[in-house]
């Protein structure tokens, strides 16, 4: 199960691209590629539900076409640190890539994936793959997979 945020994370990228997909398409006239970098605050572990700070940098690209659609890719590091100390702190990688077509003035089919891969202090191994899909609004999470070895 997805915890503490990261749904709304994913669902927040969904939103933002479809939206900026629709708006770039009624105003773009060319392609267009924008690359990306920053970073996106994170509250508790994923698959625990532990409270904590956590943290994604973010490197990546953003491709527009307005006669076809967009795809995004971004990857970076992931970290974690739980408020409680007797509890692991994860470091590791991280994966999202969106894409939508568009099909009509109004309208984008559009998915968000998202993976994260981290290794913990106490040498386990945290995994989250989740999906997020539809059409415009509203998004359906697809089943969502979070676990620590």
């Known amino acids: 199960m997805l915890r503490t945020g990261y749904g709304q994370i994913l669902s927040g990228f969904a939103v933002l691209l479809l939206t900026g997909f629709l708006t770039s398409a009624a105003m773009a006239d060319a392609p267009q590629v924008t690359p990306i970098d920053g970073t996106s605050p994170l509250n508790g572990n994923p698959c625990t539900g532990a409270p904590g700070s956590g943290v994604l940098l973010i490197d990546g690209v953003y491709r527009f076409d307005p006669t076809f659609g967009y795809t995004l890719a971004i990857h970076g590091s992931y970290s974690f640190t739980p408020d409680d100390p007797s509890q692991p702190s994860y470091d590791?990688?991280?994966?999202?890539?969106?894409?939508?077509?568009?099909?009509s003035g109004q309208n984008a089919d559009g998915r968000v994936l998202l993976h994260i891969n981290a290794t913990g202090t106490d040498g386990s191994r945290l995994e989250l793959n989740q999906i997020v899909f539809g059409t415009t609004a509203p998004f359906t999470f697809g089943e969502g997979r979070c676990t620590i070895r």
């Open 92 to 103: 590791g990688l991280f994966n999202l890539v969106s894409a939508a077509e568009y099909r």
